[in-house]
Structure formats: structure tokens, C-alpha cells
């Protein structure tokens, strides 16, 4: 098991929704999760991957090498099963390389449109990797099973979360709170199995009292 002295770990994304995600489940282990320093500045790492892990895993290491710390970077998204797992690695890019969420939601459900209920099953596949000094120190995956919309319900979340709906709660992941999103989502999965594989070691004030 990897020891983490340092309870600082650093995003590789500027993606808001990550990162207040990622924060919330970081805060109940006692790590602080920052946006990794310059990275808008920085030469975007390409994601050519033809797996979440693969891409997850490159951007970890391409960015873990540009700056000194412990650098996590995911790759994520949705597959539906009647696209025969797309849009997959391309759910950001969807509708295209700068597309919206807007954008990309509307055209899964343009082309799921001949499809029936009982033919939109799905499910959200998030991949972590955590890395320092270009070389990976963990990998963990979460999934989360559920079926596509054809309409948006609920105003919180972000990218497909309005139209994903997730059957043993009977809401869409846009309708659930941020505990309860996090609790079962692919994200909050694949975070929670990340922090089980390393040993943080925080330097409170009360450990230093007693040395």
C-alpha cells in the first residue's frame, strides 16, 4: 500500500463538476483535493486512449510529470448499450470537440429515439488514476447501471445526469442530492476504491502534541 504523507492531492481537470464531486468525497477521508496549479496554462494532454483506463492513466502520468505532488486525473462517460457502448471515451466530445453538455445530451437522445424503454439501458463507467512523478501509484473503476430518458429530469448534476436515470432510486442522477449522488455514483465509486488502495498520513495538531 502506497503511504501518502501529503493530504493534498491535485485534479488533473478543470471540469467544475469534477471537482466539487471529488472534493466532497475527499473531505470524509480528511484529504483536501485542489485543481492541479497552471494547468490552464498547460499543453492539454491528448486523450487518443480506446479505453477510460488508458486515457485516465495518460493523463495522470503527463500531468504528474509537469508538477511535484500526488496528480489523479479520470476519464469518464456514458455507454449505452444500444450504441454498443457509445458514445464511451467520447461522451465529452460527443456532438463534437468543444460541444456543451447541452449539445451532447441532445444528440444521444435524438439518435436513441427509434429505440424503446426497454432498449435504453446503460451505464456510467468512471476510471481514476493516481500518479506521481509520471508513475501510476493507483487505478480504480466505478460503475454505476441505469437507463437514458428520452426527457430531462432534476437541475442538479452535470453532463448526461438529467436524462440518466438510476432504477433503484427512481431518479435520475440530476434529481438526487450531492450525498446521495455520490453514494452510489460511478464517480464516488471509483474515488472511494481509489482512497482504499493508499494510506494517508495526516500531521494533525493532536499527533504533534503527543510527539
Not at 438510476?166 to 464516488?188: I, N, Q, Y
Amino acid at each position: 500500500m502506497h503511504v501518502i504523507q501529503n493530504s493534498v492531492l491535485y485534479l488533473a481537470s478543470t471540469n467544475p463538476g469534477k471537482l466539487r464531486e471529488f472534493r466532497e468525497a475527499a473531505s470524509r477521508r480528511g484529504i483536501t483535493v485542489e485543481v492541479l496549479p497552471g494547468i490552464d496554462a498547460m499543453t492539454p494532454c491528448v486523450e487518443d486512449g480506446s479505453s477510460f483506463e488508458e486515457n485516465a492513466c495518460k493523463k495522470a502520468r503527463y500531468y504528474s510529470t509537469l508538477v511535484p505532488g500526488l496528480v489523479f486525473a479520470d476519464d469518464s462517460g456514458i455507454c449505452a448499450d444500444a450504441l454498443g457502448g457509445g458514445p464511451g471515451v467520447h461522451s465529452a466530445r460527443f456532438a463534437g470537440p468543444a460541444a456543451s453538455d447541452d449539445a451532447n445530451n441532445a444528440k444521444l437522445v435524438e439518435i436513441l429515439v427509434p429505440f424503446g424503454e426497454g432498449q435504453r439501458a446503460a451505464h456510467y463507467v468512471c476510471v481514476i488514476a493516481l500518479a506521481e512523478a509520471g508513475e501510476i501509484i493507483a487505478v480504480a473503476e466505478g460503475r454505476a447501471d441505469g437507463l437514458i430518458l428520452a426527457a430531462p429530469r432534476g437541475a442538479g448534476g452535470f453532463g448526461y445526469d438529467p436524462f440518466f436515470l438510476f432504477p433503484p432510486l427512481g431518479k435520475t442522477f440530476a434529481e438526487l442530492s450531492p450525498d446521495s449522488k455520490l453514494a452510489v455514483s460511478h464517480r464516488g465509486q471509483a474515488f472511494r476504491k481509489l482512497l482504499d488502495q493508499v494510506e494517508v498520513r495526516v500531521e494533525s495538531s493532536e499527533s504533534r502534541v503527543g510527539s
